[in-house]
């Protein structure tokens, strides 16, 4: 099997979703920096970054060619000539197959989704207080609407 071109895949998807690098970092929980880092083939995202970008991939060419890396990164090949020593190493050992999330994916995933459900409780409690203050301020103008309705019936 030919070896992938790990930055190009990762660029292809991200304009495939239409997000800048900051946008995919975020995304990705990640820095601009390391995104930038893959896209020039500098380092190589982990397979948990892989199946986490895969999660966002609609499917596509894009999505096809993510597929490939990720089974090359689980079957332990190398997936990117590097020729400095700082090359990061995608792995899993020989014998991997993909089979859904491997036991740090899923950790990977988990945390993240922990971290995301408490930060829609955070947002859904500041959603009930401005809506409480929104229900305060329309109290307030229907009284004063009923006040001026009344200084005008006086004169």
């Known amino acids: 099997m030919a070896v992938l071109n790990t930055g190009k895949i990762v660029r292809n998807v991200r304009h495939r979703l239409e997000l800048s690098q900051e946008g995919l970092s975020r995304l990705m ?3 601009k920096g390391a995104v930038q880092h893959w ?3 500098r380092n190589i995202p982990s397979l948990g970054r892989l199946l986490a970008l895969r999660q966002l991939c609609p499917p596509s060419h894009e999505r096809k060619n993510l597929d490939a890396l990720i089974r090359e ?3 332990g090949a190398t997936a990117h000539p590097s020729n400095h020593s700082g090359g990061a190493k995608v792995g899993g050992g020989a014998g991997h197959r993909f089979n859904g999330l491997p036991p740090v ?3 990977l995933m988990q945390r993240e989704k922990d971290r995301l459900l408490r930060q829609v409780a ?3 409690s500041a959603l009930k207080r401005r ?3 929104v229900r305060i301020l329309e109290s307030l103008a229907t009284d004063l609407q009923r006040e001026m309705a009344q200084l005008r019936a006086r004169q």
Do not use: D
């Open 73 to 75: 990164a689980q079957n």
């Open 39 to 41: 896209e020039r083939g």
């Open 29 to 31: 929980n990640s820095t």
């Open 105 to 107: 994916g899923i950790k």
């Open 122 to 124: 955070k947002l859904e």
């Open 131 to 133: 809506e409480e203050r």
